[in-house]
């Protein structure tokens, strides 16, 4: 059996968690639980316990836990797979993750996808722009660091209003709870400086949507998301932990596999 440790049970963890037990991925088993707070019955209390259970560990605790334990799993030869990568904007952090030798840093493709074609197009030649438009319900974008102006028209407005135009890095400063799809799409792609991101607010909106277009000389290409809440975590996308399930099954290597 390939054994799964997880950090973190709470929005994603716990459904992994809950998957897993039942048998949802083919020759894969929950083997243990690290949480601060949530007590499971394969919970283990520290770093150790839980590497001397998992073939792989799945971190969907957040950033500061990714900080934490990540170089670790990686140098105690363990495969790594990373469910808080808006993290890795911080430079420092995606250096020292990167370079920890050991097992593999895996970076689950979490609420969005279509990173493959995208990497396929850029073998064929560079893509040119790669950009990401989320447009949110306007109330959920108001941020006390935002002019009057912009708040009052986020408030009151009936028309979208575009509250950033920038790089992915500076987005993620910004916008951290947008990090993760941002972050995502950068590091499959040409990077946190050429990326750019744009964050809609819409009065009209009542769920995230995310589109990411990206063109070169393989192709235009145009993907769009528009993922459900979870029901335990409003900010992120129920379609997650699914993923999650989804790379852990590639894992597994298959005898057919979506590559
Ligand atoms: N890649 C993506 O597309 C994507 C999508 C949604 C969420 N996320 C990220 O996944 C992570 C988890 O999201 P969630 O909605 O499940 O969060 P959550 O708050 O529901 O659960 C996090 C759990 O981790 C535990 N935890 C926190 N710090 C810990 C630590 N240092 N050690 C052990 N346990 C710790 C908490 O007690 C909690 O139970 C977040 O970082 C979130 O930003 C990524």
């Known amino acids: 059996m390939f054994r799964v440790g997880l950090i973190g049970c ?4 716990s459904v992994v968690a809950r998957e897993l037990s039942q048998g949802a991925v083919d020759g894969a088993e929950l083997s243990a639980v690290f ?33 934490e334990h990540g170089v670790a799993v990686r140098k105690a030869g363990t495969d790594l797979l990373v469910v808080s ?7 420092d952090l995606e250096s020292r993750l990167r370079q920890a030798e050991g097992g593999r840093l895996l970076l689950c493709t979490g609420a969005i996808g279509g990173f493959d074609i995208l990497r396929a197009a850029m073998l064929f030649g560079p893509l040119e722009e790669v950009a990401i438009t989320s447009t949110k319900p306007a109330g959920a974008l108001s941020r006390p660091w935002m002019d009057e102006s912009v708040k009052g028209a986020l408030a009151g407005g009936s028309e979208p209003v575009t509250v950033f135009d920038g790089p992915a890095r500076e987005a993620c400063a910004f916008f951290p709870e947008s990090a993760n799809v941002t972050a995502t ?13 744009r964050m809609v607010g819409d009065p009209a909106a009542t769920r995230v949507r995310h ?16 993922n459900a809440p979870s029901p335990d975590n409003p900010r992120t996308s129920a379609v997650t932990a699914y993923s999650v399930l989804r790379a852990i099954g590639d ?7 979506f590559l």
């Open 251 to 257: 894992l597994r290597r298959p005898s057919v596999a």
């Open 10 to 13: 709470g929005a994603i963890g």
């Open 85 to 91: 990568i808006g993290a890795l904007a911080d430079e």
């Open 35 to 67: 949480d601060l707070v949530v007590d499971h019955p394969l919970r283990v209390d520290d770093r150790e316990s839980l590497l001397a259970r998992s073939d792989v560990v799945v971190e969907a605790a957040g950033h500061g836990a990714l900080r």
């Open 185 to 197: 799409l950068s590091l499959a792609t040409v990077g946190f400086d050429q990326v750019r991101v």
């Open 211 to 226: 589109v990411v277009t990206a063109s070169g000389v393989a192709g235009t290409y145009e993907l769009s998301f528009e």
